[in-house]
């Protein structure tokens, strides 16, 4: 099953972050905040999702891998990272919880790790990667 969406995608350590969130949310620039501490770029604003075997692949739509929108400057060319499995998926909006609980989202039927946050905070990109590295203490 493959389903396009909106949405950008950044590899870390080659386990792939989907960014969520309506135009003007602030993907693009949430990933590149992240590039700028090392990740790489997969997809921005549409991208082809993959289930392989249990497996979401996250991947640039055709003609347009390594190409980032960076709103007020244009569209730039920057290396672009392979397909990549996606490890989290972060929905981009208002400020989520104080203390939130796990959850999960569906994506082409796979269960991923779901993170909300505003893409606006300084500290975004920091929450992103610890986020997906496990970083986080269960509050019961």
Same mark, same amino acid.
């Given at each position: 099953?493959? %389903? &396009?969406?909106?949405?950008?995608?950044?590899? @870390? $350590?080659? &386990?792939?972050?989907?960014?969520?969130?309506?135009?003007?949310?602030?993907?693009?620039?949430?990933?590149?905040?992240? @590039?700028?501490?090392?990740?790489?770029?997969? !997809?921005? +604003?549409?991208?082809?999702?993959?289930?392989?075997?249990?497996?979401?692949?996250?991947?640039?739509?055709?003609?347009?891998?390594?190409?980032? %929108?960076? *709103?007020?400057?244009?569209?730039? &060319?920057?290396?672009?990272?392979?397909?990549?499995?996606? !490890?989290?998926?972060?929905?981009?909006?208002?400020? $989520?919880?104080?203390?939130? &609980?796990?959850?999960?989202?569906?994506? #082409?039927?796979?269960?991923?790790? #779901?993170?909300?946050? +505003?893409?606006?905070?300084?500290?975004?990109? @920091? *929450?992103?990667?610890?986020?997906?590295?496990?970083?986080?203490?269960?509050?019961?």
């Amino acid at each position: 099953m493959t %389903e &396009r969406r909106h949405a950008t995608a950044i590899a @870390i $350590g080659g &386990r792939a972050v989907l960014l969520l969130g309506p135009s003007g949310s602030g993907k693009s620039d949430l990933a590149l905040r992240l @590039i700028d501490r090392g990740a790489q770029l997969v !997809a921005d +604003d549409q991208t082809l999702l993959t289930a392989d075997d249990g497996t979401l692949i996250a991947g640039a739509v055709p003609g347009s891998a390594g190409l980032l %929108e960076v *709103r007020g400057v244009g569209i730039v &060319r920057m290396a672009a990272h392979p397909p990549a499995p996606v !490890a989290l998926v972060v929905e981009l909006g208002e400020r $989520g919880p104080r203390l939130p &609980r796990p959850r999960t989202c569906e994506i #082409c039927g796979i269960h991923l790790p #779901c993170l909300r946050l +505003d893409a606006a905070q300084v500290s975004a990109p @920091i *929450r992103v990667e610890l986020a997906l590295n496990g970083d986080i203490m269960a509050i019961d």
